[in-house]
């Protein structure tokens, strides 16, 4: 598992140094048409966010000088992609939802992605040297 992160790694570093090349450019050059289903020309399917800074609990309020910063829970009931995993640091343990296109997903299919979600983090935390082969996720 650490090889197939380390490879994962090595190619988001890879990503990143054209993270400056203008989007509407890539979408140009690619000749990819707008989906207004679709968020960013249909360039990916699937995004995976990970705020790494502390995030407000519910009606936990926070001060700062005359500031007051409260957890204020937004829903958005549009996923513009097919799968979207935003993950979140609360009080140093992480926690995360997962929003879906309902046109591609049923509700059953994402909780099963969930659990085996949660079954592979909890072997590779046990054992990063596993073999991405013996992960079991049933």
Known sequence: FIDFVQKVNQAAQRALENQDYPLMEITRELKLEEDPARAVYGLFDVMV???????????????????????YPIEF???KRDLDFDFFDV???IEGNIKYSTQLFKHQTILRLKNHFIKIVQQVTLNNKIKLQDIKIE
């Open 49 to 71: 966010k990970v705020y790494n800074f502390d995030v407000p609990i519910k009606n936990e309020i926070r001060s700062l000088q005359d500031l007051s910063i409260s957890h």
């Open 77 to 79: 009931p549009i996923c």
């Open 91 to 93: 009080k140093g343990k």
